[in-house]
């Protein structure tokens, strides 16, 4: 019904900045909150940054201050800029959509196939 394609990944030294992209196609209705998640190695997968239809964000505590979460309501697009980045930032990163079909109809979550991010010190 809905998928999402992830670009902007890559490998980057610490200190350095990547943008990531997620846009949405297929059947579309509404898409409600959007986000992003990541997985490193050995590690649980992990909420980045979240953004809901009004525009409200969150973050997780390890990225703030350095990674910004935007959305763009046209384009069916979240977007996740990070900055300052630090090893520890090195994971595959999934974004993360909400839709519904329908005005009176619950949220369903959609991922992306995930895109890797490597950061080198």
């Known amino acids: 019904q809905v998928q999402l394609v992830e670009s902007g990944g890559g490998l980057v030294q610490a200190g350095g900045s990547l943008r990531l992209s997620c846009a949405a196609s297929g059947k579309i209705f509404r898409i409600t909150a959007m986000g992003w998640y990541r997985q490193a190695p050995g590690k649980q997968r992990e909420l980045v940054a979240t953004?809901?239809?009004?525009?409200?964000?969150n973050y997780a505590d390890s990225v703030k201050g350095r990674f910004t979460i935007s959305r763009d309501n046209v384009a069916n697009a979240v977007y996740l800029q990070m900055n300052s980045l630090k090893p520890e930032d090195t994971a595959v990163y999934y974004c993360?959509?909400?839709?519904?079909?329908?005005?009176?109809?619950?949220?369903?979550?959609?991922w992306g196939q995930g895109t890797q991010v490597t950061v080198s010190s």
């Open positions: 953004i809901t239809s009004g525009g409200g964000t």
């Open positions: 993360n959509v909400g839709h519904r079909v329908a005005d009176w109809d619950l949220p369903s979550v959609y």
